[in-house]
Nanobody, 128 residues
């Protein structure tokens, strides 16, 4: 049974940092496409960062480039999102997602419809 469990969200001031974790079970994370998405109140869900774990190719939304880093730990079967220089507009529910049998080019589009499995989300709130 595939399961994704996010953690690490919280409330920080602008300029602060957080590291989100996504513990995967029921599959080997390092063989598939993984991603982080977010949804703010009243807005559509958007791709934040994705990684094709087999080759390391990544996608970052323009709004987070240079501030966020997606990575994974094969031994822990865990996906991470390191978030630095946080801004109030980063406030959202952050979701971890997995896509099986998705080619690299598709993985790094950052499109949520390409992802099949989703976690419950972790809230990130950034105050000014």
């Amino acid at each position: 049974q595939v399961q994704l469990v996010e953690s690490g969200g919280g409330s920080v001031q602008a300029g602060g940092s957080l590291r989100l974790s996504c513990a995967a079970s029921g599959f080997i994370l390092s063989r598939y496409c993984m991603g982080w998405f977010r949804q703010a109140p009243g807005k559509e869900r958007e791709g934040v960062a994705t990684i094709y774990t087999g080759g390391g190719s990544t996608y970052y939304a323009d709004s987070v480039k240079g501030r966020f880093t997606i990575s994974h730990d094969n031994a822990q079967n865990t996906l991470y999102l390191e978030m630095n220089s946080l801004k109030p507009e980063d406030t959202a529910m952050y979701f971890c997602a997995a896509a099986f049998w998705v080619a690299r080019d598709r993985c790094v589009r950052g499109v949520d419809s390409d992802f099949t499995y989703w976690g419950q989300g972790t809230q990130v709130t950034v105050s000014s």
